[in-house]
């Protein structure tokens, strides 16, 4: 099925729903502990309701049980918020806050004897919290159990509610695509908040083909939008919900949520977003949090910023959690890890993340940048036309660890060329210290055998020489050159740790790192020479994927280094010629970019309306 359909304004309810108190999460594999703490006694946790047994307490404050008042008191408009449940038995139920130092008070608090389905409501203002704190609940039980059903935490409506349109970009992921797919249909009530769903499929094996689309497809009914296309990368893919939601008529009154295919999908997002969106005073990018897939505990970062001199993406905000255990306490303090002080993003990746409609209209669709930083290009070209991006605590889903890929990878191209746009767009583009950074990262990658990363990298700053002309046609052409070009380089192939080419398991001692040096320049100087001398300390050597540093790998004529991803090894051989090959090729280019940085930089500054128009993007999808 295709077509487009534009979200149109609805009338608004009487009150706003903006998240629900859920009590497990949407997966076996989620501990119940994000969503609902038993602290004391015995309570069974299922998705929408709580049994709290006799002599026990239940603290929702917990990730997904805690309402944040912070970031609602400063984007938002809303001086209040009501909380209102259904009680069965005897009990209390107390609204709690926190500041921003984790202190708590009680707001709230209101106890039932023997009730039967009784709705209990609960008020508390938003009006001390603006550097931290939260809201949550708490419900605690004598000589009786109570149950606890529909909580519903809401506050008063603006006139008219936007609607939300869900993007989902995918490529080859079918059974990744089809479970989140499932995941939304599987909740009515988010679902009722979603226009439609567009599921833009740029793969080979497309989603339709399976019996279990049809499935979900008459789950989703009119609301589902399939749209096949060639490969864009998830630019282009993101970007072709955009162009489907704002294809027709007045797009005022449209939120557009993009999501990953290949997340574990918690459907709440959707109800805690769109009424963000739909309260703040001022349109504002409402990015999701990315908790971790294999390690479904653990937050990946409060907010995050990407320094654009250095070209250092995913740089944690001063005071934000990372990779922090959500369940956990510190332990210094004994509080739990939870995010109290408010702390503001530069950007929001686009594993779920919501974008007005007024803020597209400001500032022109993502650049054709195939992928790797249009999430942060956008966050920052938003930002420069005065639209913050907020990432919203408790509106999260789980997200494959990124310290589990590689770097040395293909998609190390589109970070870095990207990288280099995006800095030359938003940033002060020093080429000096553009220059020395790339010059640095050469050393390393040749210094540490990984000369397919390095051509990577001179492969990134010679396509971004090219000007805005090597967006043209959105990336194709460099994500064909890109894989044919590391192709050349054997240390680039994974294989398995039990069948290393060329080497007999019984010749390859594991050998850890040492300590790292305390200084970075002397020693990587003295790592190069020797290793142009075949002056190195070991032959042979197996190293673990923590330990693959330069200044270790660089101590071998034969490194056989464990992948990132766990799944295999990488073979790193010593070749002087190659090494001294590219790094004159190196010196060349990085000398270009130094000298050509001022005018390329006005080239991409030129190109920027052009490339991020409706008309290009109309273009690229040949409709």
Known sequence: MSGNSTPVEQEAPGKLLTQRGLFAGPSPIVSEDLYAEVS???????????????????????YF???????????????????????????????????????????AAKSVTEAKSQVVSLSAKIDKFTDGGGLWFDVVTGDQQLVVERARWTVAPPQRVKPTAV????????????NTLASLASDAEPLSLVDAIYVVDQGSDPVESRPRFAEIADRLGDKLRYIRQPNLGGAGGFTRGLYEVFGDGDT???????????????????????????????PVIVGGQMLYLLHPNHLHVGAEFANLDTLAPGQVVDGALHDADLTGYDEET??????????????????????????????????????????????????????????????????????????????????????????????????????????????????????????TQLKAIEDFLKGPQVLRDGGVQAAAEIRKLRAEFPETVKHPASEVPGISSGDLPMIPAPPPPAKFAPVLAKRMVNQLLGRTAHDVGAVPAG????????????????????????????????????????????????????????????AMDELTSRDNWQRLYDV
């Not at 993009?258 to 739909?278: H, Y």
């Not at 209209?361 to 942060?376: E, R, S, T």
């Not at 060349?588 to 130094?594: M, S, T, V």
């Open 252 to 282: 005022e009154h449209a939120n557009v949520l993009f999501m990953d295919d290949d997340v574990l999908c918690e459907p709440e997002i959707v109800v805690r977003m769109t009424a963000f969106a739909n309260r703040t005073a001022q």
């Open 547 to 606: 330990d693959s540093q330069w200044w270790h790998v660089a101590n071998f004529n034969t490194a056989v280094v464990t992948d990132a991803s766990q799944e295999g090894v990488r073979v790193r051989r010593r070749d002087r010629e190659l090494a001294i090959r590219l790094g004159k090729q190196g010196t060349k280019l990085i000398k270009e970019l130094y000298q050509r940085a001022p005018e390329v930089q006005r080239a991409y500054r030129e």
């Open 40 to 62: 004391r006694g015995i309570a069974d946790r299922e998705r929408h309701r709580l049994v709290v047994h006799p002599h026990a307490t239940v603290t929702m404050n917990t």
């Open 334 to 455: 004994g509080k739990k890890n939870m995010q109290e002080r408010r702390v503001d993003a530069g950007y929001n990746g686009w594993w779920s993340c919501l974008i007005p409609s007024e803020i597209v209209k400001a500032v022109g669709y993502p650049l054709p940048m195939f992928f790797q930083w249009d999430d942060i290009e956008y966050g920052y070209r938003a930002r420069a036309n005065g639209f913050a991006t907020v990432t919203l605590p408790g509106a999260g889903v789980w997200h494959a660890d990124f310290h589990w890929k590689d770097w040395d990878d293909w998609h190390r191209y589109f970070n870095l060329r990207n990288a280099l746009i995006t800095s030359a767009l938003h940033g002060r583009f020093d080429p000096k210290r553009i220059c020395r950074s790339m010059a640095g990262q050469l050393a390393t990658y040749l210094v540490g055998m990984q000369y397919g990363l390095a051509a």
């Open 65 to 107: 049980g805690r309402f944040p008042a912070t970031y609602w008191q400063r984007w938002c408009v809303s001086p209040e918020v009501e909380l209102s449940v259904e009680l069965t038995g005897s009990g209390q139920v107390s609204i709690v806050a926190s500041d921003a130092d984790g202190e708590t008070r009680m707001v």
């Open 167 to 178: 993007v989902i970009c995918t490529f080859n992921r079918v059974e990744d695509c089809l």
